[in-house]
């Protein structure tokens, strides 16, 4: 289906870089349409990787909580990946405290933790973005 969810994000940012920013004199609202455009450029470049991302990381925090004991709600077996995902992450929130007194599982959470940065798909750095491949 033309144009693609990538694509009419784009032509939003393009729009208001071309039209709306040159009308933008004050330094404040220009910096924060600018950080406007480049999130939508972020969001275009990498949205198609964001389900591989959720299965990932709902898959590597289940795993976690199952060896603390912990057990997910598996909810609805229609549920969709971000449902899935949501419920994992309430999981592991509450779990932290008690992941963090094992100094086994404290090493495996902060691992999660960082391949997770590692992994997400939106990623921000100041004056631009880097959308990264989910692996």
Not at 47 to 53: K, M, Q, T, V
Not at 81 to 102: N, S
Request: glycine share 8%.
């Amino acid at each position: 289906m033309r144009p693609s969810f990538a694509e009419q994000l784009e032509g939003i940012a393009r729009i208001l870089e071309e039209v709306v920013a040159p009308e933008v004199a004050d330094p404040y609202p220009s910096d924060v349409l600018a950080g406007a455009v480049g999130t939508l450029r972020v969001l275009a470049d990498a949205h198609d990787r964001l389900p591989g991302f959720l299965e990932w990381d709902t898959a590597a925090t289940t795993s976690l909580l199952a060896r603390a004991g912990v057990v997910v709600d598996p909810g609805r077996a229609d549920d969709d990946a971000d449902a899935r995902h949501r419920r994992a992450r309430a999981a592991l929130e509450a779990a932290v405290p008690r992941l963090a007194e094992d100094p086994d599982l404290r090493g495996e959470l902060l691992a999660l933790f960082a391949e997770r940065a590692q992994r997400f798909p939106f990623a921000f750095t100041p004056g631009g973005h880097r959308a990264g491949p989910a692996r």
